[in-house]
Structures are given as C-alpha cells and as structure tokens.
C-alpha cells in the first residue's frame, strides 16, 4: 500500500484498512517503526469526511509538537490546540489537546458532535499511578460511535487490553502489532576501555573482580590486549583499549564520546538531572578545539546562530551558548528558556547537533531519533526515591536509537563503571528480554469526577460506567475464578458426605471455611468499584458537599472545578482565605500546596513573619476533618510544605530560577522539581479562575497572577 509517496510498511497498511473500515485499532511497534503515519491517516480521512477528530497526548509537549505538525499537513485553518495554558481555534476540525482536557469535556455538558475519531498517543499511560484514571475514564465515557485508534510501544498485554475495551464499545477493536524495529538496535556496555556487548562485559567483570579479589583489592595490571571489545579491542577512535592502572578509574562522559566520535554520531546522552545535562554539554565543549559539524554544516550553523541571535537577543542566546552550539554540542531540559528549548529543537531536526545531553524530555513524544543512544545510568530518582530503570522506561530512551531511512543500525551505549557490573547485569539483562511491564489498571475515582457524575447520572447509569472499567473488568475475571474454585471445593465436599448447611465434621472444617472465604473474596471483587464509589460519594454527604438528593452544596460547587488536592483546595475556598491574600503570597501557597522539599535540602532562608502567619492559618485547614477524612478514604496524603511559600512567592515577584536557588542547599538538583512545582501551581490557579468567574475581583487576581507565573522555564513543558 502506498500512502504519501511512501511503501507502508505491512503494520502501517493494516492498521490504515481497519481505521479506513471505520473499526477502532490499537497499535504496538516500538519508537521509531512509524506508528505516527497511521495517526496522521486518521487526521486526513476525518477532514475529508468532513468530519470531527481528537488527538491527545499524555504531554504538553507533544501535544505543541503534534499541534505544529498537522498545521503544516493541514493548514493552520483547520487544525485546533487545547490545553491547560492555550486555547488556540477551538472549534477547528482537528483538535489537538491533552487527555485531561478530553476527559473534562466528556464529563460537561459540551456535547461531541461530529467526532469521528479519537487518538490516544501513548494509550499506556492508562496505568500511570497519578494520571492513569483519567485514560480510563475517557476510554469509558467515549461513545461507542467514535472511532478509537491507541497507539503504544509498550503495552504488552495489548490483546487482554483490546478484550476489554471491545466489552466497553461493544464491537471488536483490532490489535495491529509489529515487533520488528525498522532499524535494528544493538545494545553496547561503554567504559574507559572501549564499547562491549553484554555478554563480553560480563566475562571482563568476572577477570576484573577475580584480579581485584587475589590482589586483596589492590589493582593488577592485566594482559594487553586479553579483553577485546568491538573492532578487536579498539576503541571507535582506533586506539587500543588500556588496561592496568586506568581500569579502577570511573568512566566518564568523556570516555563515551571518544568511544563514538566521529563513527556513532549523532548521539543523544540521557541524564536524571537538568544541572547534570548542562555541566555535561558544557565540559565536552570546552574540551573540544574544533567543530564536530562539517563545512556545510558549519555555514548553515553560522547562519542559524546570526539570525537566532536577532530574534531573541544576546541575554538569551550568550556568548558560550553560541560557541557550544557552533561546536554541535548542546544541552535540553525542562527548564531551559523557552526561545532556547525551541532553538535546541529546531537546530537537532536540521542535524546541526552531533551530541546532545539531556533528561527525559527526549525519551517521551518529541519525535527526534539519533543514531546512538547513551544512557548515563540504570538508576533514577523519582522523586520518592532511587530506583531502576523500569523496562518501559529504558525501551522509551533506547527507542530513540537508529534513524529510519539514514542509519542500518542504531546503538544504545550503557555507561558503565568496571565495579558496577554485578548490580547493573541482572537490569540489563531484563531490559534486552525488552518484554515492557504489563500495563494495569490504576482507576480510582477522584472526588472531582464522582461530584460530575452525579451532577449528570443517576445511581443506575453511574454503576453502570464504573462496572466498565479495566479494573471491574479485572476483579470480574479474578471474581470468576475465584467462584470455580469455591464450586470445585463445595462439589468435592458434597462427594465425600457434606451437605450445604450442616456443620461440617471436624475433618472438614478447614476446608468449608475456606470454600466460605473464597466466596466472599468473589463477592466483594465484584462490587468493590462501586463501594469506592458509594464510599468517597458518602463522606461528600457527610461534610456537606452534596445532599442526599444529589443536590449540590457550596463544596460540590467548587469541587466539580477542582482536580488537584481537590479537598484541601475547596476547603481553602470555602474558609475565605484566598479571598484574602495577596497574589504573590497566594501563588507561594499554591506552590506549598502542590510540591514538597525532599528531606536532604536544607534552606539558607528561614520563612518570614507574614509567610509563617499565612501558614499557620493554611495549617488549620490543611489538618481540618475533611481533608484528614479524605486522606484516609484515598490512602493518599496531600502535599503541604510550607517551606515552599518563598518559592513560589519569589518565583510570582519576578526572581529567576537562578536566584531561587540561593535558597536553599542540596547535593542534587532540584530545580526541575521546582519547575514542575511551579505548573502544577499554575494550572491549581487556572482550575481556581474557573470557580471565582463571578467573583470579579479575585478573578482578576488570578489572571493577573497566571500570566506573571507563566514564564520562562514554567513555560517549557515536559
């Protein structure tokens, strides 16, 4: 099959039949095997049908990526963007919008007329643990006459994911899946001495560690040449892997680049720190006396630099980031200025940066492969603690690897130090099985969306929705064996005597009572869903949220617009407080609200006597029986740290990031952190805006504040 001049690969032509058919599809192929051509079939066919389509993306980042993309397919006319922050030709056919703002129409009163189609881009985040519900939720609340194309490179139960949603839409929904890359992948361990496949790096450790346990840890010297790596021992710059002295030395980022330049270039260097990324990019420029770019290169560079350099000034684009980029090295993360980031990735897709360090903004949505991958590390921070890399997360970044249509084969490069084998080998044995971790269900009511369903449903219409989620599905399935098992055991009774009723004899005991306790489990899987909901729905009616008609209280007013620390927030509302505080000190609140410092920093600033009033009496509500209440219902504790009222009252003032972090020390960076933490208290505000709409002096507090916050790095999305 041919589509836009191109022979589509046997996945691509099945997938477009079945969608062209008008029957929803879920696809699986990892990154880079062209998953996107089929989304874009469905955006084309949608506006030649004169119809309606919705692309959502678990990112903003993508979402902005696939917004420019289809205005250049589609012209600007016809194409939409919604999201938190912009609201840009809402009634265009094709919408491009985050999966939160999909599930929030499906649960308005905003009717979907004309819809033909709805894509979900990374369809696995369904079991993301903080924003996995909402995927359910829209996949439930979709009329089942709007086609649903999932796509996914690591949704490994794809057929138990289509049974279920086939049992939600009522029809079947195809699976189209493709395990072949375009481009093969080989994986490499890199140290000091050169590049090595797995299995040789193992047995180089066992000769290390055996070295170092008879010398009584001491270093020995080895035979030259007696560990080979690629090209006979050689490094991918020629020259012959040392051993000896050099071997107990930690391998550096240095050392890898060395390993790939010129041959493996372009590469992208994963990190788990924007300060890592920039002092990594930084390092490798200053050790570099030439460009890595070529003669063309090099004046098309020049060219790019002049003209950036007039439109967003030298304070943005100074003097070292000018030269870091002539060389063709740069860095990306989230906090890098918006004018920066948007130069970073403009300059890679003209293949102006041979080497490019930076955290996972690359690993997830922004469609920017190279022909080598690096990962610094097997280990992240995930903001609670240190932890492998998942499988899910490492094919993600490794799926970067290899440009269809330029490269025969990509890598992905492990840096690894010679001692850290006997952690590392069992990871990277899982991560070459490359067999994802099963996608789950993590649905469980919000309060937010229990007080929307009840403002449209009723009771019936409500049990039923919830009886079609990924989970009720699951539990059912678990239900039913748990059932057979219970039969089994009472059929095997009643042949040796018992009858249902009587007192079984002592010999039996054990056995009825397990029978009964299998019962049970069966009885409660099958309802738990709709205990969860009657539960939250419950405590709404006890603290006055909701009556027990259904009517709606001062609370469920504010609630059915609040999704982040939905009770904490409306009872900050409903005290009056906000009404109170001023913005600055207001947006350090919602920074307190919606982040919290990791225990290891320690701040140079203490809290000053107005920040430690308006904690106080933030401090009231936060420890108020309702938000205590919902905590113990959800498991889950709100955040609050008051420490965090500077912050954000510095960030609302004007002060750099830079200067924010005068505040505080720590051994690791931090300031993505704060940089999430300052969206997410945006996007508190925004949700804040829509409750004060006919409050028009605080409705003007907040706008002004929203679009003083909104800057820089905060508008640098992940």
């Not at 004309?114 to 369904?126: K, P, R, S, T």
């Not at 409660?524 to 405590?539: H, I, P, S, T, Y």
């Amino acid at each position: 099959m041919e589509y836009r001049g191109f022979t589509l690969d046997d996945f691509q032509a099945d997938a477009i039949t079945h969608l062209d058919a008008g029957r929803s599809v879920l696809v699986t192929a990892p990154t880079g095997t062209g998953k996107t051509i089929i989304a874009d079939r469905v955006v084309e066919k949608a506006l030649e049908d004169g119809k309606c389509v919705i692309y959502t993306a678990p990112v903003k980042a993508l979402s902005n990526q696939k917004f420019r993309d289809y205005c250049r397919l589609h012209g600007e006319e016809n194409v939409g963007l919604v999201t938190g922050d912009l609201v840009v030709r809402r009634d265009a056919p094709c919408l491009v919008m985050t999966t939160e703002i999909l599930r929030n129409i499906l649960l308005s009163d905003e009717p979907l007329t004309n819809i033909q189609a709805v894509i979900l881009d990374e369809i696995h985040f369904l079991d993301d643990p903080d924003r996995g519900t909402v995927w359910e939720e829209v996949l439930i609340y979709l009329p089942s006459t709007i086609q649903i194309l999932g796509l996914s490179a690591t949704l490994s139960n794809v057929n138990e994911f289509s049974a279920w949603l086939g049992a939600v839409r009522g029809q079947v929904v195809e699976v189209v899946s493709e395990s072949e890359r375009s481009v093969p992948l080989e994986l490499l361990i890199g140290d000091r001495d050169g590049l090595f496949s797995p299995p040789d790096y193992n047995l180089r450790w066992k000769r290390w560690f055996s070295n170092q346990k008879n010398s009584g840890g001491h270093k020995r010297q080895g035979r030259r040449g007696d560990n080979r790596g690629r090209n006979g021992g050689r490094g991918r710059n020629g020259a012959r892997s040392q051993h000896g002295q050099d071997r107990v030395k930690p391998t550096r980022h240095t050392d890898i680049f060395k390993q790939l330049h010129p041959d493996l270039t372009p590469y992208i260097y994963f990190v788990f720190s924007r300060r890592h990324a920039e002092e990594l990019a930084r390092g490798l420029g200053r050790k570099l006396e030439y460009s890595l770019l070529k003669g063309e290169q090099r004046a098309r560079m020049k060219e790019r630099l002049r003209s950036a350099t007039e439109e967003i000034g030298v304070d943005v684009l100074d003097d070292q980031l000018y030269d870091l980029y002539s060389k063709g090295v740069a860095f990306h993360h989230a906090g890098i200025h918006v004018q920066l980031k948007a130069l970073v990735e403009s300059l890679y897709e003209d293949r102006l940066i041979e080497v490019l360090y930076t955290t996972s903004t690359f690993a997830l949505g922004i469609n920017m492969p190279a022909r080598t991958v690096v990962l610094d590390g097997l280990h992240k921070f995930d903001g609670r603690s240190t932890r492998p890399l998942r499988v899910r997360e490492f094919l993600q970044k490794a799926g970067r690897a290899g440009r269809r249509g330029l490269d025969d084969e990509g890598f992905v490069v492990i840096k690894m130090d010679k001692g850290a084998w006997y952690e590392s080998g069992p990871l990277v044995n899982g991560y070459e099985l490359a067999n994802p971790e099963r996608v789950n269900s993590s649905f469980g009511l919000s309060f937010n969306s229990i007080v929307n369903l009840v403002k449209r449903h009723d009771s019936e219409h409500i049990k039923a929705l919830l009886n079609r989620s990924f989970l009720s599905w699951h539990l059912e399935k678990r239900s039913t064996v748990l059932l057979e098992k219970a039969d089994s055991l009472e059929e095997k009774l009643s042949s040796e005597g018992w009858e249902k009723g009587e007192s079984p004899p002592k010999g039996m005991r054990s056995l009825v009572k397990e029978m009964k306790r299998l019962r049970k489990r069966s009885s409660q899987g099958v309802n738990r869903v709709w205990a969860d909901f009657e539960l939250r729905k419950n405590f709404l009616i006890e603290h006055g949220y909701l009556n027990n008609d259904d009517s709606f209280n001062s609370g469920a007013k504010v609630l059915q617009h609040i999704q982040i620390s939905e009770i904490f927030t409306t009872e900050l509302v409903l005290s009056g407080l906000l009404e109170e505080i001023d913005s600055d000190n207001l947006f350090g609140i919602f920074c307190a609200m919606t982040n919290s410092l990791p225990k290891r920093v320690q701040l140079t600033h203490k809290l000053n006597g107005e920040a430690r009033r308006i904690a106080k009496l933030v401090n009231n509500v936060r420890y108020s029986a309702p938000v205590t209440g919902a905590e113990r219902i959800t498991g889950s504790e709100v955040d609050w740290d008051p420490n965090l009222i500077q912050f954000g009252r510095g960030w609302a003032e004007g002060r750099s990031l830079v200067e924010l972090e005068l505040l505080y020390r720590s051994d690791t960076d931090i300031s993505g952190q704060l940089i999430r933490g300052f969206r997410r208290a945006k996007d508190l505000a925004t949700q804040l805006r829509e409750v004060h709409k006919e409050d028009p002096f605080t409705l003007e507090k907040l706008n002004e504040l929203i679009a003083r916050v909104k800057r820089d790095e905060v508008e640098v999305i992940d």
